[in-house]
T-cell receptor, first 113, second 119 residues
Framework: GENVEQHPSTLSVQEGDSAVIKCTYS??????FPWYKQELGKRPQLIID?????GEKKDQRIAVTLNKTAKHFSLHITETQPEDSAVYFC????????????FGSGTRLSIRP | GAVVSQHPSWVICKSGTSVKIECRSL??????MFWYRQFPKQSLMLMAT?????????EQGVEKDKFLINHASLTLSTLTVTSAHPEDSSFYIC???????????????FGPGTRLTVL
């Protein structure tokens, strides 16, 4: 069945350094890849997404890359700040009206001051 | 962005009772809503897809008789945990998509979640 694998499960970086989270997906029909940030006890918040016809997308300190051939996509956060500490989830979905999102297992990112 | 609300935000109940959780799309219509369960320090696991006016589609391993889903209107879906037991204690999150915007790549908006504790 559909599966999204995410690594690492935990990540600790020095404030100001970069953080990279990697995901792979199994469903070759997936063509929409959102990333979510979830703080403790809160709802997931979409931080960036990428469609399959695009290889890279950037929004300020956040960028996402997609390698559709290899079924890999990654989240890059540069110049990390304390408020970036949270759990990040990658996800994959087919672009149809009722298609479900399949989440990765999550990465707990900690920013060391 | 669009707003999805959930009620209640938390509930504590005795084992054997039933609990109803409401999910509402406040400023858009949602023909499809999704129900997730999240255990501590784990990912969101899709339980079922709720379709307005028809039966929900449950994921493998989710008991449809235990987790009753009703999607009676374009803005409201309910999840009822029947005969709840301590192992049902979890964070339940709903989400909905605003099909009127963004085409097939439209964003999925999440509710704030409901923390269920079964004693």
């Amino acid at each position: 069945g559909e599966n999204v694998e995410q690594h690492p499960s935990t990540l600790s970086v020095q404030e100001g350094d970069s953080a990279v989270i990697k995901c792979t997906y199994s469903d070759s029909a997936s063509n929409y890849f959102p990333w979510y940030k979830q703080e403790l006890g809160k709802r997931p918040q979409l931080i960036i997404d990428i469609r399959s016809n695009v290889g890279e997308k950037k929004d300020q300190r956040i960028a996402v890359t997609l390698n559709k051939t290899a079924k890999h996509f990654s989240l890059h956060i540069t110049e990390t700040q304390p408020e970036d500490s949270a759990v990040y989830f990658c996800a994959a979905r087919r672009a149809s009206s009722a298609s479900k999102i399949i989440f990765g297992s999550g990465t707990r990112l900690s920013i060391r001051p | 962005g669009a707003v999805v609300s959930q009620h209640p935000s938390w509930v504590i109940c005795k084992s054997g009772t039933s609990v109803k959780i409401e999910c509402r799309s406040l400023d858009f219509q949602a023909t499809t809503m999704f129900w997730y369960r999240q255990f501590p320090k784990q990912s969101l696991m899709l339980m079922a897809t709720s379709n307005e006016g028809s039966k929900a589609t449950y994921e493998q391993g989710v008991e449809k008789d235990k987790f009753l889903i009703n999607h009676a209107s374009l803005t409201l879906s309910t999840l009822t945990v029947t005969s709840a037991h301590p192992e049902d204690s979890s964070f339940y999150i709903c989400s909905a998509r605003d099909l009127a915007s963004g085409g097939s790549y439209n964003e999925q908006f999440f509710g704030p979640g409901t923390r269920l504790t079964v004693l």
